[in-house]
């Protein structure tokens, strides 16, 4: 689908993420992580494609988070595997913030 075309869903206000952190949300079915990294909301899959584990509670620095079950890395931006054992990405999503409410295109 044409991210531009996307409908965009509300998700958590702002004021709820402070910049260094992540959190998890349910939004159409799907599990996402809302990670502000250096004043930027970037939303992304909240499932390791290597071992399909939760990634909301692994560390995030320097743009990326790292899985908390075997350390793949993934890019905050593209959502590629930065390090193995992960080779695949993981899917990300077009993200504004309106009114003060972030909201994710699904």
């Known amino acids: ?8 869903i ?3 206000p702002l004021a709820d993420i402070p910049d260094g952190s992540v959190h998890a949300v349910e939004a159409a079915g799907r599990s996402i992580m809302l990670c502000h990294f250096e004043g930027r909301i970037h939303a992304l ?5 290597h ?10 620095r320097l743009g990326w988070i790292a899985c908390p079950a075997h350390g793949a890395r993934f890019d905050l931006e593209t959502g590629e595997a930065l390090t193995g054992p ?4 993981i899917a990300t999503y077009a993200v504004r ?3 003060g409410m ?3 295109a699904i």
């Not at 689908?1 to 965009?8: E, Q, V």
């Open 45 to 49: 899959d909240n499932m390791c494609s």
């Open 10 to 12: 509300p998700l958590l």
């Open 97 to 99: 913030v309106a009114d």
């Open 86 to 89: 992960a080779s695949d990405p």
């Open 1 to 8: 689908m044409d991210k531009d075309a996307a409908s965009y």
């Open 51 to 60: 071992a399909q584990e939760p990634l909301a509670c692994g560390r995030m």
């Open 102 to 104: 972030i909201e994710v």
